[in-house]
Antibody, heavy 122, light 107 residues
Framework: DVQLLESGGGLVQPGGSLRLSCAAS????????MSWVRQAPGKGLEWVSG????????YYADSVKGRFTMSRDNSKNTLYQQMNSLRAEDTAIYYC???????????????WGQGILVTVSS | DIQLTQSPSTLSASVGDRVTITCRAS??????LAWYQQKPGQAPELLIY???TLISGVPSRFSGTGSGTEFTLTISSLQPEDFATYYC?????????FGQGTKVHIQ
């Protein structure tokens, strides 16, 4: 089965840092771009970041540019997102999502993880 | 960025009803539009991409049409498992923006 499993969420103070991970299985991980999509409580979906299949290209929404960094380890089939200088408005469920191709955005997402909650609060 | 506006925001319907959700784009997205279904407490699931291509396993009561700036998702006969929130997404612009969602709930 194709599966994405996020980990690393939790409660962090404003200005703090957190690292999310997403373990992938059931597909050729390096052949596809991956993204993080977030959903604030009771709100809609927002694309946050993306990374090409080979890991060379990274792409960010303006709302997180300069604060979030995506990376991937194709030998471990794992995606990461380092989140620094976190703000209250970053509070959301973060979904790891598989893109429909290997290159640069835009993507649609045909596989999603179950999501991980990040809460930024003092 | 391309803005997507869904209508209605909420919809009350009964089992067996025909339901139509509209997604309007602020500029043309050609046919680069996808639809997702999200049930409470669950991740979104892709239903349709490229306006009208159903994902394998999605029931044929779901269909998508449109082009340019106006798109529709139709459920021909609403089933109990279809009560959920539906999102459109354009993948013509860099950030692949989503609509604000349409919640379909039981009348």
């Amino acid at each position: 089965d194709v599966q994405l499993l996020e980990s690393g969420g939790g409660l962090v103070q404003p200005g703090g840092s957190l690292r999310l991970s997403c373990a992938a299985s059931g597909f050729s991980f390096s052949s596809y771009a991956m993204s993080w999509v977030r959903q604030a409580p009771g709100k809609g979906l927002e694309w946050v970041s993306g990374i090409s299949g080979n890991g060379i290209g990274t792409y960010y929404a303006d709302s997180v540019k300069g604060r979030f960094t995506m990376s991937r380890d194709n030998s471990k089939n794992t995606l990461y997102q380092q989140m620094n200088s976190l703000r209250a408005e970053d509070t959301a469920i973060y979904y790891c999502a598989k893109g429909d191709h290997s290159g640069s955005p835009p993507y649609y997402f045909d596989v999603w993880g179950q999501g991980i909650l990040v809460t930024v609060s003092s | 960025d391309i803005q997507l506006t869904q209508s209605p925001s909420t919809l009350s319907a009964s089992v067996g009803d025909r339901v139509t959700i509209t997604c309007r784009a602020s500029q043309t997205v050609s046919r680069w539009l996808a639809w997702y279904q999200q049930k409470p407490g669950q991740a979104p699931e892709l239903l349709i991409y490229q306006t009208s291509t159903l994902i394998s396993g999605v029931p044929s009561r779901f269909s998508g049409t449109g082009s340019g700036t106006e798109f529709t998702l139709t459920i021909s006969s609403l089933q109990p498992e279809d009560f959920a929130t539906y999102y459109c997404q354009n993948y013509n612009g860099f950030s692949g923006t989503f609509g604000q969602g349409t919640k379909v709930h039981i009348q």
